[in-house]
């Protein structure tokens, strides 16, 4: 299943580099809409909007438009990082700023597209490793920015990394299995043994799934370094920004994208680069 592509390896990175840069753009559409569209969800069913939803929105439609001014953003603009960059970051009909949020995203998928290009060489498992990282990517900038980590990402994470495994690819099946269990229940207990000493919340239920997914993914044998590094990253991260008071003692901070760090690296610095098998 995992056999390698009629390709040379230095086309298939940069090949992976432009994937990334395209995957990048819709990225940040998916991490800029989906929570609204769960929040109008949410509010249909607590019937609190006359209207529902509103008709068309989602991940496809309408097109991608300028924040402030609402113009599709068509042909030359819309071209991943270089659109932003001959605008110099601006709107071309309004003027105003576009955040650099947009080709940061872009500019990490094109890296990370790259280096799983690098690490498993032209091969289908490439692409896996590509799917994953970027759902990471997503599920990290959501969860700074929202405090959230959606069931519609994770789940299906779950699952992915149970199928690609089904031969061993990353992990053992039965280890698989075991890491998406353990890392799941890993994190219960935690929230549940921190509850009870302090009655609040630690983590979200999203950080449960998100960890069983990498569980799924990495397996059983992953997790407790790649929790280590998340905690540490967490830990270091946490006290910085409170020294430089950009958060208040006792303010919780989003752990997803900690967990998405560790993830993305102990998927890329496993092991040698499968590529050179064939050399």
Not at 26 to 38: E, F, G, I, N, T
Not at 212 to 227: I, M, R, V
Not at 228 to 254: D, K, Y
């Amino acid at each position: 299943m995992w056999h390698v592509f009629p390709l040379d390896p230095a086309l298939n990175v940069v090949l992976a580099a432009l994937l990334g840069l395209v995957a990048g753009s819709w990225l940040s559409v998916v991490a800029h809409r989906l929570p609204r569209m769960m929040e109008r969800e949410w509010r249909t069913a607590m019937r609190e909007e006359d209207g529902g939803a509103e008709s068309g929105y989602g991940l496809w439609r309408p097109a991608w438009h300028c924040p402030s001014c609402q113009a599709a953003l068509r042909g030359w603009r819309a071209v991943p990082l270089a659109g932003w960059l001959l605008q110099r970051g601006r709107c071309g009909h309004c003027r105003q700023p576009i955040g650099l949020r947009y080709p940061m995203l872009e500019l990490a998928a094109a890296v990370l597209f790259a280096a799983c290009a690098w690490r498993f060489g032209p091969t289908p498992m490439a692409l896996a490793a590509m799917g994953l990282t970027g759902a990471l990517l997503a599920l990290a900038w959501i969860d700074l920015e929202h405090s959230l980590l959606p069931d519609a990402v994770t789940l299906p994470l779950i699952w992915a990394g149970l199928l690609v495994n089904l031969d061993g690819a990353l992990a053992p099946l039965p280890l698989a299995v075991l890491g998406a269990v353990a890392g799941y229940l890993f994190l219960w207990v935690i929230f549940h043994f921190f509850r009870l000493l302090t009655g609040r919340d630690g983590m979200g239920h999203g950080d449960f799934k998100l960890m069983a997914a990498l569980g799924a993914w990495l397996g059983l044998g992953a997790l407790p370094w790649l929790l280590l590094g998340a905690s540490l990253a967490g830990v270091l991260v946490g006290w910085s920004l409170r020294l430089a008071g950009r958060v208040g003692r006792g303010q919780p901070l989003p752990f997803g994208p900690y967990l998405a760090l560790g993830g993305i690296l102990m998927l890329l610095a496993a092991g040698r680069p499968a590529w050179l098998q064939f050399y």
